[in-house]
């Protein structure tokens, strides 16, 4: 997405216009459909989660375009399942930058991660996983975006120089869908500073539109 200019810390999807992308797949579909046709590419940005196996694990991958300014423009993010007998015993996030991060750059409010995490369905979400750095230490806190409570602490850890997983059980972390943000302020930073004194700061969506819809067995 265009470099996001905005002061509100949990960016919320525009879900009318997931009906928009069901149109065009159904147009897609339709096309695709005489003897011989080329079945569409998949667009860029996006991913289907794979056939879900009895045992063993599924991996889907959503990559993102070098799109947004300061050091948390997203790369890819990653959704790895173990599952046995159809459901999924742990779940795993994993988020990758187009260039190299310092945990001690990361803040509780203004440089962090946020995974939202809709469990119900419904339109929104229902907790998100915020990923900060607190007294030099990297922190996942699962949250209620009903009252901000925080739930619990989660594994998180550093798996290279622009990298960071987030672990959970399926009761803690378990989604029907999912999308990532990433949030940088800096002051002094020329993007995602200020402009004329009030705080900008740049933030980076994976998907850009919509939602990444996980497999079955991940649901709570």
């Known amino acids: 997405m265009p470099i996001g200019r905005s ?31 080329a079945a569409p ?20 991958v959503v990559f993102d375009p070098d799109d947004t300014g ?24 994993t988020v990758r930058t187009q260039d190299a991060f310092r945990t001690t750059d ?3 409010r203004w440089r962090r991660f946020v995974l939202e995490l809709d ?5 929104g979400s229902e ?7 607190r007294d030099g230490r990297l922190v996942a806190e ?20 622009g990298r960071l997983q987030v672990s959970g059980t399926p009761e803690q972390v378990g989604a029907r869908k999912v999308f990532w943000s990433a949030e940088w302020h ?16 740049c933030q980076d969506s994976v998907p850009d539109d919509g939602w990444h819809r996980l497999d079955r067995s991940v649901w709570p």
């Open 7 to 37: 002061t509100t810390p949990h960016p919320r999807r525009h879900h009318h216009r997931r009906l928009g992308a069901a149109v065009l797949a159904a147009c897609a579909l339709l096309v695709g459909t005489g003897r011989g046709a």
């Open 142 to 161: 699962l949250e209620s975006n009903a009252t901000r409570e925080v739930l619990a602490e989660l594994d998180v850890r550093r798996t290279g120089p």
């Open 41 to 60: 590419e998949p667009a860029t940005g996006s991913a289907s989660p794979a056939a879900r196996p009895p045992t063993g694990s599924i991996t889907t």
């Open 106 to 108: 990361l803040h509780p």
């Open 119 to 123: 469990t119900d369905g419904q339109p």
């Open 186 to 201: 800096r002051r002094g930073d020329d993007e995602c500073g200020s402009i004329s004194g009030w705080p900008v700061s």
């Open 127 to 133: 907790r998100n996983v915020a990923v900060f750095a």
């Open 70 to 93: 300061g050091p948390l423009d997203v790369r890819a993010v990653r959704t790895h399942v173990d599952a046995a007998t159809g459901h999924a015993t742990s779940v795993r996030y």
